[in-house]
């Protein structure tokens, strides 16, 4: 069975194709991506009306050129899955438009795929791909949250972010320093430079006792440190200031993981979502596990960020347990607000 997966939900047009295996993991046959992230640059983020109208020019193009590259055409396509929910309204309706109208002139079903179903799923596209049960800890733009997993479609939240998102505190940190949008990259990549002791910065919540997080006070000592340093700090001093941030996120961000585990007595850690690409996360969670025997798994670097790939995996995942998921009423009722445990 062939599963075509469109990503709208935010500012990257994703397309991609995926096969069922019997009895394994679904196989990306090819993918196509278009990121938005330059249009936006000049704005300092995401602009929702300029976002829609991108995906409407971008996902056509895009499912020819997956179609290509997989060597298919639309009517190999058995299934069509996009992304429901949760993201930007009119982003979500392009996505959800172009997969109803595509699948009702195929007579082809459709899926409506919840976005952050495909983060958590990503990691079994990668070579090391995990096993359920494990935890999951979900570090993207948009959200931060640890989960019990136990299979697709079963997931337990074990805590969350009280206010900002882990790849917000990056990007609003990045801003504070003069990087540019998106931050979380250009702020590890000053973080190399820097000494990540220079600075003193919060660990929000880190001995709170649960697994919650916050990161809204961290931008504020993050402010009050620029301030500080006068109105034109070194080199150094951003640079400095970049790797503190970065540790204290990262901290608090390994420490909540390793008692979720400890707590739930589970050994396989799944790290999924934008801020997973973080070289220093990725050393320290692997340091960590490899100290307590813990294995911990990531997606591609490729496939942290939005892509079209995660969507059709979840989708085809969904589709293996449950062959009823698929629908025939093309009725694109997007969820821009959507609990990944309603999922
Ligand atoms: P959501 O999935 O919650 O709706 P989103 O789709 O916008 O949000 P992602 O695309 O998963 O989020 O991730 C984007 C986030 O990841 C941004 O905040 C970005 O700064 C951050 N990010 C990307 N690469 C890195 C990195 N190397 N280090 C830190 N943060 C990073
Ligand atoms: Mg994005
Ligand atoms: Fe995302």
């Given at each position: 069975m062939i599963v075509l997966g469109i990503e709208s939900s935010c500012d990257e047009t994703g397309v991609a194709l995926v096969e069922t295996v019997a009895g394994g993991v679904p196989r990306l046959r090819s993918q196509a991506l278009h990121s938005q992230i330059r249009m936006h640059q000049a704005y300092g983020g995401v602009v929702p009306e300029l976002a829609s109208r991108d995906h409407v020019r971008r996902v056509l193009p895009l499912l020819e050129a997956a179609l290509a590259d997989a060597s298919l055409t639309k009517d190999d396509i058995d299934v069509v899955a996009f992304t429901r929910g949760p993201g930007l309204a009119g982003a979500l309706l392009v996505g959800a438009g172009v997969a109803c109208a595509l699948a009702a002139s195929l007579g082809k079903p459709t899926l409506g795929v919840h976005h952050l179903e495909g983060h958590l799923m990503s990691p079994f596209l990668s070579a090391d791909p995990p096993e359920f049960p494990f935890v999951a800890l979900l570090v993207s733009g948009g959200h931060t949250q640890l989960m019990r997993v136990d299979d697709v479609g079963r997931y337990e939240m074990l805590g969350e972010t009280i206010d900002d998102a882990a790849g917000e505190a990056f990007d609003k940190s990045a801003k504070l320093l003069g990087l540019g949008y998106p931050g979380g990259p250009a702020l590890a990549a000053l973080a190399t430079h820097g000494n990540p002791e220079a600075i003193a910065l919060p660990r929000p919540?880190?001995?709170?006792?649960?697994l919650d997080f916050s990161f809204s006070g961290l931008k504020t000592a993050v402010m009050t440190a620029m301030t500080k340093f006068g109105p034109a700090p070194t080199g150094q001093q951003r640079a400095d200031l970049a790797a503190s941030t970065q540790a204290a996120i990262c901290e608090v961000l390994v420490k909540k993981s390793l008692r979720a585990l400890q707590e739930t007595r589970l050994s396989r850690l799944v790290v999924a979502g934008g801020v997973g690409a973080n070289t220093r996360l990725r050393e320290q969670l692997n340091a960590a596990g490899a100290r307590r025997g813990l294995r911990v798994h990531y997606p591609e670097l490729a496939l942290c960020t939005d892509n079209g790939a995660m969507i059709a995996l979840a989708g085809a995942l969904r589709l293996q347990r449950d062959p009823s998921a698929a629908r025939m009423d093309y009725a694109f009722d997007v969820k821009p607000r959507w609990p990944l445990v309603q999922a």
């Open positions: 919540l880190l001995h709170s006792g649960d």
